[in-house]
């Protein structure tokens, strides 16, 4: 704004608010040029954190990029979503749905799959309020 006003203020006819402008042009465009110098080394900053982290997931095997352009997430990145980060440990949210059918299927026999199964369409239900 500033630097817009001493802008308009060049256009006026006014020479001693001229000059009084003037001498500020100097001080006021090196704010603006360290200002700008801060937007763009941060905006390249959170560029290099968003460009690692999306390296990092691919690599990683939880994401996968796509033709298109975009990207998308990976059984393993899928089955990853129920992990906590708690007291410096990464672990299981046992709470979560997900991690509540893993538990039952988990802990399932082959003879008993349909009854697990079973269950698991009753937990889910009861879950989503239709039970």
Do not use: C, W
Request: charged residues 30%; aromatic residues 6%; negative net charge.
């Amino acid at each position: 704004m500033k630097n817009d006003f001493a802008d308009i203020v060049e256009m006026t006819d006014d020479e001693e608010l001229k000059s009084r402008v003037r001498q500020q042009i100097p001080a006021v465009k090196e704010k603006i040029n360290v200002l700008e110098n801060e937007q763009r080394y941060d905006r390249h900053r959170q560029e290099a954190i968003y460009e690692g982290t999306l390296e990092f997931l691919i690599s990683e095997q939880l994401l996968r990029e796509l033709e298109s352009g975009g990207y998308q997430l990976t059984s393993k990145g899928f089955s990853h979503l129920n992990m906590v980060f708690e007291s410096g440990k990464i672990s299981d949210d046992r709470r979560s749905n997900i991690a509540i059918l893993k538990t039952i299927f988990e802990k399932s026999s082959d003879t008993s799959l349909q009854v697990a199964a079973s269950t698991a369409v009753n937990v889910i239900t009861r879950m989503i309020g239709y039970g």
